[in-house]
């Protein structure tokens, strides 16, 4: 009973949230499944790791078919390509059995949300173009096309 209460809250939340929102509450499901896995990973709790795993990657998947590439441009292009290095990432220390890539693909997702929280928050240009790439991706951006990066709010 508890249980279809917190799925009803949560249907709620994902289908009134804006999309700036719903990249946040993303991001937030892939760290925590993510960071779920890789403690399932150490237990040696496969089946549980498993499962973390597939939701991590059903988000990063509903990231990644968001994208609106007409609106968004380079940048909706330099997501996608971090997007699918994350999936590939997660899958190869899966099989590798190598954990410190889990470490590596949460400190970018963590970066990005850090990024979106910043773009939803409307602070400064600057520290916005510092959180959303890496060195290697750097780009002028316009925060004001970065909200145009993800197409209208998907079903989740």
Same mark, same amino acid.
């Given at each position: 009973?508890?249980?279809?209460?917190?799925?009803?809250?949560?249907?709620?939340?994902?289908?009134?949230?804006?999309?700036?929102?719903?990249?946040?509450?993303?991001?937030?499901?892939?760290?925590?499944?993510?960071?779920?896995?890789?403690?399932? !990973?150490? &237990?040696?709790?496969?089946?549980?790791?498993?499962? +973390?795993?597939?939701?991590?990657?059903? =988000?990063?998947?509903?990231?990644?078919?968001?994208?609106? !590439?007409?609106?968004?441009?380079? =940048?909706?292009?330099?997501?996608?390509?971090?997007?699918?290095?994350?999936?590939?990432?997660?899958?190869?220390?899966?099989?590798?059995?190598?954990?410190? +890539? !889990?470490?590596?693909?949460?400190?970018?997702?963590?970066?990005?949300?850090?990024?979106?929280?910043?773009?939803?928050?409307?602070?400064?240009?600057?520290?916005?173009?510092?959180?959303?790439?890496?060195? &290697?991706?750097?780009?002028?951006?316009?925060?004001?096309?970065? &909200?145009?990066?993800?197409?209208?709010?998907?079903?989740?």
């Amino acid at each position: 009973m508890n249980g279809s209460r917190v799925n009803a809250y949560q249907r709620t939340n994902v289908m009134t949230a804006d999309p700036k929102r719903l990249v946040l509450m993303c991001y937030e499901g892939a760290i925590s499944n993510l960071k779920f896995a890789k403690e399932k !990973f150490e &237990s040696g709790e496969y089946e549980a790791k498993a499962r +973390a795993i597939q939701k991590f990657q059903d =988000i990063v998947n509903e990231l990644l078919c968001s994208l609106d !590439f007409e609106k968004g441009g380079q =940048i909706a292009t330099n997501l996608s390509a971090i997007y699918d290095y994350m999936m590939r990432r997660i899958l190869r220390a899966d099989v590798d059995g190598e954990l410190s +890539a !889990f470490d590596e693909v949460l400190g970018m997702l963590e970066e990005l949300k850090e990024a979106w929280e910043e773009i939803s928050n409307n602070k400064k240009r600057g520290s916005v173009e510092k959180a959303m790439f890496a060195s &290697s991706m750097t780009e002028q951006l316009d925060p004001r096309g970065l &909200s145009a990066t993800y197409g209208p709010p998907a079903r989740l």
